[in-house]
């Protein structure tokens, strides 16, 4: 959003700004799976 005249677009910033946390902590969630599996992938 390119503004937030008087706050009125906050509720939505908020919410996305809960849901690109969410994202990232998914994203971390896969890599750590993937690093495990590629790891032991790697020694076996």
Not at 30 to 41: E, K, L, P, S
């Amino acid at each position: 959003m390119a503004t937030n005249f008087l706050g009125q677009n906050t509720p939505a910033i908020a919410a996305t700004e809960f849901d690109y946390v969410e994202m990232w902590a998914q994203d971390v969630g896969a890599m750590v799976g993937y690093d495990a599996g590629a790891g032991r992938r790697l020694r076996s």
